[in-house]
């Protein structure tokens, strides 16, 4: 009963996003408030319908109600609770209704509290937000129907890939359709705007909220994502440059370059049209993003066409919505009107040049994941694109762009004086001159250790350089700094913190690719390994017993300088329903370095091999962006910048129950 | 059983979120060479090369057993005195260029190397001929529509 239930409310979420996706738009053309009036309570009910029916999949799954057929592939009754909650979206039915109930509430949230926003503006962006729903309730309905369920129903399901019984799966995938999700509403602002055919400053401040709890999300998500690989995955990578991961990073940096080119069309009213096929791009981006994972055109071209019906559909849905938003925009951009002109240098430049290295960057990772498929499939030549070129290509692009990074926020609007804030630069300069040499001195060895730390040292130090001077913090008195630091505006603070979590991130990412250390051996119980100050003795090994899988844990005492600091006791999990082994790391952090153990082969003779880490800085990686999502954060909190937006805190309260 | 294989799909989709299947514990300590100079070589030549059989994995993380025999050869031609060059050209005589991980820059990887240049000199093309065009005819603000009109006026009114 309950999963027809969610297949009926699915149906009539679809039946509500057809009414939404015309209704408005029609009173929007002839200016009729009562049918624009429509798309508020539509989208909330839609939201509402879709929410039944993510429910009901839920309790299916909570229930392990093995009639139905995702829950029986998906599932297992022996499962811990929050993994049969998670599991909800394990698979590719159900992480498809995460989608769309992340999209109609999105949705929902715009026709709640977008209240300042001109009534013809807002119902042609929620029918535009409509068809986006419509075309995935059709989706879902026509070819992942997660509500199909069959007789008998098997008394046993066939339990969640143990890789993802994992926290990670509770907190990744939902982040990080959030983000891809979020940009819809810029893509949304965007046709709303080109179907309008005007556009100002007020636009940018509409999407703004929007885009930034968005852009927070994802990158929460990719964060997430990656800390998740680097602990399950048992040899202590945090970055593959797999497509996959390339398909969450694509959006980020997208809608990174947005969030800076909506802040000139805020400001200076420029760059409007370049912004408004940024936004397009952007949610372009996480469209592809979800389909290169969602299709299995990755593991190959032909597992693109394994289930025709559904291959079709989402090229379908690519052509409509890319193309259908590109070609709207050579038609109606030009309608545009552009607006303040600037200096090549001033803030509104280097904003310009941030927008030209990201995308640069992003389009060097789009033809990097795309490529091998679209050659093969063109030629049937068989390449490999993988880490080495991109940290060929994707790094030094990447380097440019941070030695760039302090200069922007110090320059002038309008025009700018690069003397001089070179000369503000000059403690920046001196910090990360002092960390180069200090490096080179210690390794007396490659150059890019120097380098990468004296570049991390400068955007840190040239993060904080405008807060620095505008509290008086090395002059004035304490409570002068403070109450200067207290009358700052949050979005001085925002940007300060989102360039010093990108600075932190880069010095955890120099720390743990030039200076980690490892040992891969064979040891029997009673035997030492060294690493970096530590010492490890094997005790030997213990079976114990968890609620869905038996696992082999080996126990490691860790001495520092001949004291005993601590016990790690990585282990091997077997999952006897899939008959699958993971592997459990252990991870001892030393400050904001990692010690990480993982076991490899158990031998019937008591020795195991391991592999042993030194991570110096690695949690700095994901701290860094835990600083630029606070720096998010701040910058949404502005009270100056919600003139017309909703209020974020409630925002916040809104969201709440989605996460 | 298509049901069934669209699942296995799906999972190992949600798998590559974390870039793999299954959890690996690649090099094994058996293939550890004792020379540390040759094994970091061996090592750094086993982060340049693929895997053929698994997904976007290189040698050096998986632990399929084509990657072990791929990773002792490596290390048999190390040692047999060949250079890093000598190793490479060997396994793409022996596997094609798929097994190579950056691709060498020839007539049909054109487009893929060339991409960071172009997009960077594309962009700034497009920058130089916006701020061109900008010089002729700037717009005026765009004029209110009538609804606007009526609001601002109830504005108006309001406050005075």
């Known amino acids: 009963m309950i999963e027809e239930i969610g297949h009926y409310a699915l149906v009539l979420a679809l039946a509500l996003a057809l009414v939404q996706s015309t209704v408005p738009l029609i009173g929007a053309r002839t200016r009729d408030a009562a049918l624009m009036a429509v798309a508020e309570p539509v989208a909330v009910a839609q939201f509402g319908f879709v929410a039944i029916s993510f429910a009901a999949l839920v309790t299916c799954y909570v229930t392990s109600d093995f009639s139905v057929r995702n829950v029986f592939e998906n599932s297992h009754s022996q499962m811990p609770l929050l993994y049969k909650f998670t599991s909800t979206w394990g698979n590719h039915e159900g992480s498809m209704l995460l989608w769309v109930l992340i999209l109609t509430l999105f949705g929902a949230l715009v026709a709640l509290f977008g209240n300042n926003i001109p009534a013809s503006l807002k119902a042609t962006v929620l029918a535009v937000q409509a068809w986006v729903a419509a075309a995935f309730h059709l989706f879902i309905l026509m070819t992942s129907n997660p509500f199909l369920r069959f007789a008998p129903a098997p008394l046993e399901g066939r339990d969640l890939n143990p890789v993802l019984q994992d926290i990670g799966l509770a907190i990744h995938p939902p982040m990080l359709y959030l983000g891809y999700v979020g940009f819809s509403i810029s893509f949304s602002f965007a046709i709303a705007a080109l179907i309008e055919g005007r556009i100002d400053a007020a636009w940018a401040r509409w999407v703004r909220p929007w885009l930034l709890v968005a852009w927070m999300c994802l990158t929460l998500g990719v964060a997430m994502g990656s800390y998740w690989a680097y602990y399950e995955l048992g040899w202590g990578g945090w970055w593959f440059w797999d497509p996959v991961e390339n398909a969450s990073l694509m959006p980020w940096l997208a809608g990174t370059a947005l969030l800076h080119s909506a802040v000139v069309m805020e400001k200076r009213e420029a760059l409007k049209i370049w912004t408004i096929l940024l936004a397009i791009l952007t949610f372009s981006l996480s469209l592809i993003g979800t389909f290169l994972v969602r299709s299995g055109v990755l593991t190959s071209v032909h597992a693109f066409a394994s289930d025709p019906m559904r291959g079709i559909f989402i090229l379908a849905i690519l052509v409509t919505f890319i193309g259908g938003g590109l070609a709207l925009f050579a038609w109606r951009a030009p309608l545009l009107r552009q607006g303040g002109l600037f200096a090549p240098v001033s803030r509104e430049g280097a904003l310009v040049l941030n927008n030209l290295f990201l995308t640069a960057a992003c389009a060097t990772v789009f033809v990097g994941t795309l490529y091998p498929l679209a050659l093969e499939a063109l030629t049937g030549d068989k390449i490999s694109v993988g880490p080495p070129f991109f940290n060929a290509t994707f790094g030094p692009l990447f380097a440019a762009l941070l030695i760039a990074l302090p200069f922007g926020p110090l320059l002038a609007w309008k025009r700018g004086d690069l003397a001089g804030v070179a000369q503000r630069l000059s403690g920046a300069f001196v910090v990360a001159l002092i960390g180069a040499a200090a490096t080179f001195v210690v390794e007396g060895r490659p150059l890019l250790a120097p380098f990468g730390i004296g570049l991390a040292l400068f955007v840190i130090a040239g993060s904080i350089t405008d807060i620095v001077e505008r509290t008086g913090l090395l002059r004035a008195p304490l409570m002068s700094v403070a109450r200067r630091a207290a009358g700052l505006p949050r979005s001085a603070w925002g940007t300060a913190f989102a360039h010093l979590g990108l600075g932190i991130t880069l010095l955890g990412i120099v720390g743990e690719t030039q200076w980690n250390a490892e040992r891969i051996v064979s040891v029997k119980p009673g035997d030492k390994i060294a690493i970096h100050n530590y010492d490890f003795t094997f005790d030997g090994t213990t079976d114990r017993n968890g609620p869905n899988y038996k696992e082999v844990a080996a126990t490691f005492t860790v001495r520092r300088h001949g004291e005993v600091i601590g016990v790690m006791q990585p282990s091997k999990r077997t999952f006897g329903s899939r008959g699958t082994t993971t592997t459990e790391s252990a991870l001892m952090a030393r400050g904001f370095s990692q010690l990480y153990l993982s076991l490899g082969e158990l031998n019937p003779d008591g020795s195991a091999a391991v592999r042993l880490y030194y991570k110096p800085l690695v949690l700095l990686i994901w701290l860094g962006c835990v600083v630029m999502v606070i720096g998010g954060g701040l910058s949404l909190s502005d009270r100056r910048l919600r003139v017309g937006a909703p209020k974020p805190a409630r925002i916040k309260t809104a969201m709440a129950p989605a996460e | ?160």
């Open chain 2, 1 to 160: 059983m298509r049901a069934w294989r669209n699942a296995v799909i799906a999972l190992a989709c949600w798998g590559a979120v974390l870039g793999v299947v299954h959890p690996v514990l690649a090099v094994q300590p058996d293939e550890v060479l004792t020379d540390a100079t040759l094994e970091a070589r061996a090592r750094g030549l086993s982060r340049e090369l693929r895997c053929m059989v698994c997904q976007n994995q290189s040698i050096d993380d998986s632990d399929a057993p084509l990657a072990r025999d791929l990773r002792i050869l490596v290390r048999e031609r190390l040692t047999a005195g060949d250079s890093d060059e000598q190793v490479l050209n060997f396994l793409v005589s022996r596997y094609g260029e798929f097994v190579l991980l950056k691709p060498p820059f020839e007539w049909h990887t054109a487009l893929l190397w060339l991409t960071p240049a172009a997009a960077l000199l594309a962009g700034a093309i497009a920058m130089f001929a916006a701020v061109r065009r900008r010089r002729f005819g700037v717009a005026g603000p765009v004029p209110l529509s009538p609804e606007e009109e009526r609001r601002l006026s109830e504005m108006i009114d309001k406050s005075s």
